[in-house]
């Protein structure tokens, strides 16, 4: 490989920009060497404190990619095509991580929007103007303008590489704003990973699953490579002019997160196992400037503490018309940013002192009347989990509300979900028995009496009945500490839950003698 052949900017348009427009999560980074010449063996003083390896192989080659999923598998591409040799390690045994699971991708000007007739007038103020918004106004213009001036040609770049896209360019399921979504066949991942490796290969790419990089070589503040650990364990030394780093992401990376301020009271984590940081630790020990706070493309995992998976959310969220509006009762925020993506709401929400949603009651009916749903589950106070309040918080279920709904929906049947009364006694015996449930608060029996007595047809108690088991399981096993046998220890756990089920049907549901 010369220069005149593989230049960085000739290498990072094609490949780079495809590869950002399609992560899910990650970090695309390259970094390079000053020269040639073969790694050497890692130590404290010029590999940024990694451990040192002593290799049973090493393997030579121009450019070696650290990740196969969405972004990796571009680069990998676009370097082979360029004629480099090329490597690309995967950590996990399956290749394309969360690239997969990506349905499809953004771009402007594209063959396919051109021959549908879609999309024309959408601009790049239009596409920057709408993720300013969306982002508080955080994003890296210059790298999104990369992407969106690259973005059309990548598309062609992908099918001539056997990409299979359904031949559809819409705003995705009009969640979106505007027509520059194509989707991949059968709108799953898979038809863009695997005739992307397969083109890889076919170039001369290795590929090697199931073989996580470990650090990079680093000499004089140059990266000349890296060392990988094989499926069988043995180590591998890889001499490489460059190494491109697409395995960033850290959404599994508890400690991670924390660091950089996400609540992780509600995470939702969709992506595939193996989102530990590897490729972000690796990069930013050895120099490379993090990108992932820039934030270009790629939304946020976490909403900070706003859980739009609960339970009606995601329908009033989404669904509408309603009004946000903050302690002032003043408006601030556009409403119709929920219909796009919920975490739109999730940001305005954060930045106010208190937030309330207000809606038509005709948005209930409408809601029945459109669905035919058979029953609802509507928000009156209550939670999933064992810590529903806060020490000093009053449990309280919004009667009103239930009985707002009883008028406008006569016979109809509500469900309450997250409705369990986290049982003093059973948490008294988890904490007795080396458990730390000290504030753990649930809803007041007498008020699911209450609710029983109205509409409510079915009440979720299923924290109570992992309390009971876990109860009966600590207890059981600080008592008989030479126990090891479950069908021993697990019998104590089936009897509490047995006790709590007898419980909840005689004297809160009111369901004893009704089946």
Known sequence: MTESNVTRRGFLQGAGVAAAALATAGMLGGCSSNGDGGATKANEETNGGAASYSPDETM????????SGASGVAATVQAAELGATT??????????????????????????????????GVTFTDIIAAEQEFFNYRINNLLWKDLADASGENIDWMASHGVKFSGVVDDYHGLGKFDCFHWFEE??????????????????????????????????????????????????????????????????????????????????NNGVNGHDGDGLRMATSAGAHDVSRERCFL??????????????????????????????????TNEGCGSFVPQC???????????????????????????????????????????????????????????????????????????????PEYVAMVNQFGGEMADAIGIPEDMLREAASMAVCK?????????????????????????????????????????????????????????
């Open 60 to 67: 030579d080659v121009d450019i070696v990619v650290v990740g």
């Open 87 to 120: 490597l690309l390690l995967e950590k996990s045994d399956v290749t394309g991580g969360n690239g997969r699971l990506t349905e499809g991708m953004f771009a402007i000007g594209s063959q396919m929007q051109k021959e549908l007739g879609v999309g024309d």
């Open 187 to 268: 709108g799953s991942g898979s038809n863009y990973i695997d005739p992307m490796l397969e083109s890889a290969q076919k170039l001369g790419a290795v590929v090697m699953a199931d073989t996580p990089a470990l650090d990079l070589v680093v000499e004089n503040g140059a990266v000349k490579g890296l060392y990988a650990e094989k499926p069988d364990g043995s180590i591998l030394q890889v001499n490489a002019k460059a190494v491109i780093l697409t395995s960033g992401g850290y959404a599994q990376n508890e400690e991670t997160m924390a660091e950089r301020g996400w609540d992780l009271t509600y995470s939702h």
């Open 299 to 332: 939304r946020e995992a976490y909403s900070f503490g706003i859980d739009f998976f609960a339970d009606m959310s995601q329908t009033i969220h989404r669904g509408g018309p309603v009004l946000w509006v903050n302690q002032d009762a003043e408006r601030y």
């Open 345 to 423: 709401v999730g940001n305005a929400v954060h930045t106010q002192a208190e937030s309330y949603l207000v809606m038509s009651k005709d948005v209930i009916d409408e809601f029945v009347s459109r669905t035919g749903c058979d029953s609802l589950a509507i928000a009156i106070g209550t939670s999933h989990g064992a810590f529903k309040f806060k020490p000093g918080q009053k449990p309280q279920l919004r009667f009103d509300i239930l009985k707002d709904v009883m008028d406008r929906l006569p016979g109809f049947p509500i469900v309450l979900h997250g409705a369990s009364s986290v049982m």
């Open 459 to 515: 009440i979720n108690v299923d924290s109570d009945l992992r309390l009971a088991m876990t109860a009966g399981i600590r207890k059981h096993l600080a008592e008989n500490p030479s126990h090891f046998d479950p069908r021993q220890y697990l019998g104590d756990g089936r009897q509490f839950i047995h006790d709590v089920v007898k419980h909840k049907i005689e004297t809160v549901l009111g369901s004893a003698g009704k089946a």
